[in-house]
């Protein structure tokens, strides 16, 4: 009996003929015309916030899923890494939209609301002016 002949009517009958499903590009596209095996994304999202330096990043991956059960991945993970102002922009989402974020927060901080400060950019210092009349490499005192 082929994939094709079999009554694929769970996840354990997909996943175990899931090597085959895939080498016949039009079964698959059977089953998902029927939504039999639909594709859903996973993602983790992971922000930190120290001080005024916000780091973020988001892994997400897609994968194939049947009678409400993995069945195999159909890509691996990308991780996409969040600058400093969009991360700000998610903890006050996040501290402005979840009551329990905002009452741990307010908690923490006996009940003051502080302000969620824009990112952290250290001061780039300004190179030393070079005196055109000194040496650049001056020769040692002679005593």
């Known amino acids: 009996m082929t994939t094709l002949e079999i009554q694929l009517d769970s996840a354990e009958k997909l996943r175990a003929n899931w090597p ?3 080498a016949d590009p039009a079964k698959l596209q ?3 015309d029927a939504e039999t095996v639909t594709v859903a994304a996973q993602a983790a999202i992971n922000a930190n916030v120290d001080w005024r330096i916000y780091t973020g ?3 997400i991956a897609m994968y ?3 009678f409400g059960e993995f069945i195999a991945w159909k890509t691996p993970y990308v991780t996409i890494n969040l600058d400093q102002d969009f991360t700000q922009l998610v903890a006050k989402y996040v501290l402005e939209n979840n009551p329990e974020v905002g009452g741990a927060y307010l908690a923490a901080n006996d009940g003051v ?4 400060l824009p990112p952290y950019v250290p001061p780039v210092p300004e ?8 040496p650049t490499d001056p020769e040692p005192p002679v005593e």
């Open 57 to 59: 990043r988001v892994d």
């Open 64 to 66: 194939y899923r049947a």
């Open 30 to 32: 059977e089953l998902l």
């Open 127 to 134: 190179p030393d002016p070079v005196d055109p009349e000194q």
């Open 20 to 22: 085959a499903i895939l």
């Open 113 to 116: 609301l502080l302000e969620i």
